[in-house]
């Protein structure tokens, strides 16, 4: 289940379960996202991108989905195994150079 | 190299002393950023660096920070005087050009902790 508070996020799925992280994102003219996963000691790791223009894009074992109505960013994982416990963050293109991170939410696979 | 590398891994630093955090970006990547990640938090743009000009420092909290990146490569992110409030993880990150398609590379980060 989830928690929130002052620490991260945190969803705990069993090995072989679909993981959904969800993101929230601020800017409605964001033409581009991210999402970046981050085991502990490391820094972020891209893992999947998506352009405005499009809905729905796949990569392996992951899929972004992207709602502008809303806003809304979803990372699904599918399979999920012990190696994708990290913590997974989305990120906005902010126009000129930088992204714009999201909190971040703690991904647990337990085996 | 293969990729950004941060040096120190791990910094511990007595409040008031100035500390030096170094980032060998990959080697030709024109954009350079600086990030500060606290404890449970994402990532927070601290600086930018296109070759050896830095554009945007809109993100450094205090005049305390300061960063260089002289010949165009080698980073250094300078903090004068430290303060509890400074402990977190430094991240530094590189990429080919500025179009930020792809995303950046990020180094391992420098832990720093102030005690």
């Known amino acids: 289940g989830e928690s929130v508070g002052l620490h991260l996020p945190t969803l705990s799925v069993q090995e072989g379960d679909n993981s959904i992280i969800n993101c929230a994102y601020s800017n409605s003219a964001s033409d581009y996202f991210i999402w970046y996963k981050q085991e502990s000691g490391k820094g972020p790791q891209f893992i999947i991108d998506i352009r405005s223009n499009m809905d729905k894009r796949q990569g392996q074992r992951v899929t972004v989905l992207l709602n502008k109505t809303v806003k809304h960013l979803s990372l699904q994982i599918a399979a999920s195994q012990p190696g994708d416990s990290a913590v997974y963050f989305c990120?906005?293109?902010?126009?000129?150079?930088?992204?714009?991170f999201g909190t971040g939410t703690r991904l647990k696979v337990l085996a | 190299g293969a990729g950004v590398s941060q040096s120190p891994r791990y910094k511990v630093a007595k409040r008031g002393q100035d500390v030096a955090l170094r980032c060998d970006p990959i080697?030709?990547?024109?954009?350079l950023f600086w990030y500060q990640q606290a404890l449970g938090q994402g990532p927070e743009f601290l600086t930018y660096?296109?070759?050896?000009?830095?554009?945007?420092k809109s993100g450094l909290p205090s005049d305390r920070f300061f960063a260089e990146r002289p010949e165009g490569s080698v980073s250094t992110l300078k903090i004068q005087r430290t303060q509890q409030e400074d402990s977190a993880v430094y991240l530094c990150?590189?990429?080919?050009?500025?179009?930020?398609?792809?995303?950046?590379?990020f180094g391992s980060g420098t832990r720093l902790t102030v005690v």
């Open positions: 080697s030709g990547h024109v954009s």
């Open positions: 660096f296109q070759n050896e000009a830095q554009l945007d």
């Open positions: 990150a590189s990429s080919l050009d500025y179009s930020g398609g792809g995303g950046y590379t």
């Open positions: 990120a906005e293109w902010e126009g000129t150079y930088k992204y714009i």
